[in-house]
């Protein structure tokens, strides 16, 4: 993808909300001018710069095998996106951000045995995008904690009541948020935890990186040999090859597997973004579902926020996928068939078009990140869960998701409390 059309494509954004998406004022982009080195301190001498390291190249057919002396950002597997990086600079912050209050409310039957219920939390680590300010809960339960999962950077409250006439909780936290946009001009990011790279390039129980999902994304790309275009072809091919389904219950069940075998593509947002997380493993580029939940009413259009201040029923899923140099770079495939769908928009129509192009490298943020985990094991409960966005709930009746369960009262609030 050229440098000029990814550029020209942020200028759609004007047609939604030119105001709120300007760009930062001249001054901010004039440099200070830097003080005048005093004369009388030398200069200090240049550190001597240790030989760079050997990089074990792979012959054809041959595995590498990756370590802390070879990691796979340098010495990357056939058809992954990683390669040398660019020398490092350190990203700048945001200039605006928002902040929300997000109170969530849980009410239980009573119930002669032990309950437990596990509450996914939002996202415990602190980003460019987003930080989360403060926790505070209060309830009844006999023993509560909050517990955070390596794994997908996933935090939860984990409560149990034993014999408890009237099971309930609260809890409020606050989080702020800025815009986050992919700018094509800074290649210069440090690169991502090998770790994290290889986990996000191998397939879960619902989201496969091989066999059909590899056909379709070696259909995609052809001879695309530019991963950010590579990425943009998959985007553009799940945009024009799904369909969004509001009649589905929460944001879908992400079963990517049972879509490929079937040759049926679309639901709702976990469904059609795990979609292209898929293809981009299976081609080798990184990628990860972000399970989050919106928080505020959206500039681009009104079906892609919140329009009161309930938030119960506003879980959304977002990808990302990763290119070194440029680290994760948002996408939302999803809310453009959202608002295809709910929109009534023909694929002539301008604004469809300008959201195309703003929603591969932009997520507006009124929305908040809660993980990125799969196949989670959470502490205290039996088996794993494919992602975890809605609260867990265990009961002697057995386990379910707790929006579904008998006797659970949950809903969560949001509201915006200060701009800045």
Known sequence: MKRREFLASLTALSLFAPEAWADKKQASKTPAAKPKASASKAKPAKKKQPPRRAVKKSSPGQPVTHSPDNPITEAPPPGTSASRLPPVKA??????????????????????????LWLPLPLNQDTLFQRTLSHNWTGNPNSASMRRLPDGNLEILHAEWLNISEPALQIQTTVTTADRHFDVSKRTIAPERDDILRRNLQGSQLIPNDG???????????????????????????????????????????????????????????????????????????????????????????????????????????????????SWIPVDPSDVRRAISLELLSDRDSKLQALRKVLFGVWEMNWIAFNFGTDVALPGRSGTLPFVLLPQLETPEGSRNGTDAEGFHYSIKTRQVAEG
């Open 91 to 116: 990203e700048e912050l945001p200039d605006e951000w928002r902040t929300y209050e997000i109170t969530t409310t849980v009410a239980l039957k009573p119930s002669s045995g032990s309950i437990k």
């Open 212 to 326: 059909l999902a590899q056909q379709v994304g070696e259909r995609i790309v052809g001879r695309i040999k530019d991963p950010v275009a590579q990425a943009k072809a998959i985007y553009d091919w799940v945009v024009d090859n799904t369909i969004y389904d509001p009649n589905l219950p929460g944001c879908g069940n992400g079963d990517v597997r049972r879509q490929l075998i079937e040759g049926q593509y679309g639901g709702r947002s976990a469904d059609i973004n795990g979609l292209f997380v898929a293809i981009c493993r299976a081609i080798g580029i990184p990628a990860r579902c972000v399970y989050g939940l919106r928080v505020g009413p959206s500039r681009l259009f009104r079906s892609l926020g919140l329009n009161s201040d309930d938030a119960t029923r506003s879980q959304h899923v977002r990808a990302e996928f990763y290119i070194p140099g440029y």
